[in-house]
């Protein structure tokens, strides 16, 4: 049975891997979709987490439309699952941070949540509703790649929604499982959205998850990697998986994710000793809390479109 799987998860991968990037006119989605097929390109695609915060609340469509808005490439959100199995955007387990209102989510109808409003920086109370995934992807349909964090576990539920729109070529979710649970995941569908794994090098569990996909002999479509510290250890496995065919996601978010190379960095000093060496790095998928700046300093590289 786990060879099977296996042999299933990596036929899914290669494809994506090596599908054609030749120039393709088309939507901004289609556009980056191929870029992200390009393992040989050096386009570098910039995600911005949970969308453009700074200027609107986290997971809002507002921000969402903010992030397409100013050129993002991919924008990257949560997901929850309300007590009536409704998925809706959220970061945490409890609204309670991010709306007017307080609970665990999953104790809360979908209806409930919808009479709470969102809170902006400074804690600010908005008008802005927290939005389902539906309504995201409406919004993002042919305009942008979405990037599933945080929802592994309700694939069942997108999945659905996904075809339903025709857009499973245009969301990319991650996970830190191991591929054995990937493939038991996606081997009930016969075809599926982008899957990238997540392999942080500050959990004991990044070993097992690396080499789980190690194993499988074939490029996968993209690679997250974090680290708190650039041992030698990290800067192999990038240049692993650079060489073997796939992407290099890497995070410009906290400190614990790059080893420093963050975006408060960049914003207090020079954008070049961030996300230059971050580039240098290999990496051509970049998540950052600064989408604005960092398409900047890309485009003076010739980087970004």
């Known amino acids: 049975m786990m060879i099977r799987l296996l042999i299933f998860l990596a036929s899914l991968f290669l494809f994506g891997a090596c599908a054609s990037s030749e120039s393709v006119s088309g ?10 097929h390009d393992p040989a390109s050096k386009k570098v695609l910039v995600a911005s987490h949970r969308g453009d915060w700074r200027n609107y609340p986290e997971n809002s469509l507002p921000a969402i439309r903010s992030a397409i808005e100013m050129g993002v490439d991919i924008v990257e959100i949560d997901l929850a699952l309300t007590s009536d199995s409704v998925l809706v955007l959220c970061h945490d387990r ?9 609970g665990l989510i999953a104790e809360i109808t979908y209806d409930s949540i919808r009479r709470v409003n969102l809170r902006a920086g400074q804690n600010a109370v908005t008008h802005w509703k927290v939005p389902t995934l539906e309504e995201v992807l409406i919004l993002c349909k042919d305009k942008i790649v979405v990037n599933i964090d945080k929802g592994f576990q309700y ?8 075809e339903k729109y ?8 991650k996970s830190n499982v191991t591929a054995d ?7 009930k569908y016969d075809d599926n ?8 090098f500050g959990k004991k569990s990044y070993r097992k998850i690396l080499e789980s996909y190690e194993r499988l002999k074939y490029p996968l479509l993209a690679y997250e990697i974090c680290w708190s510290e650039y041992t030698p250890e990290v800067e192999t496995c990038m240049r692993e998986v650079i ?12 400190l614990s994710l790059n080893g420093g190379l963050c975006d408060d960095a960049a914003v207090e000093g020079d954008p070049a000793e961030v996300y230059g060496k971050l580039v240098d790095m290999g990496a051509t ?16 590289r010739g980087l970004h479109d």
């Open 193 to 200: 959205c982008l899957f990238m794994p997540i392999v942080n």
């Open 166 to 173: 025709g857009m499973l070529e245009q969301v990319l979710i």
């Open 181 to 187: 649970r990937a493939a038991a995941t996606f081997s």
């Open 285 to 300: 998928m970049i998540q950052t809390d600064r989408p604005e700046l960092l398409i900047s300093y890309l485009r003076s």
């Open 94 to 102: 409890t609204i309670d941070r991010t709306t007017s209102g307080r």
């Open 27 to 36: 939507t901004r989605a289609e556009r980056v979709v191929s870029e992200i």
């Open 155 to 162: 694939y069942g539920l997108i999945h659905p929604l996904l």
């Open 243 to 254: 060489a073997g065919g796939s992407k290099l996601w890497v995070n410009s978010l906290w």
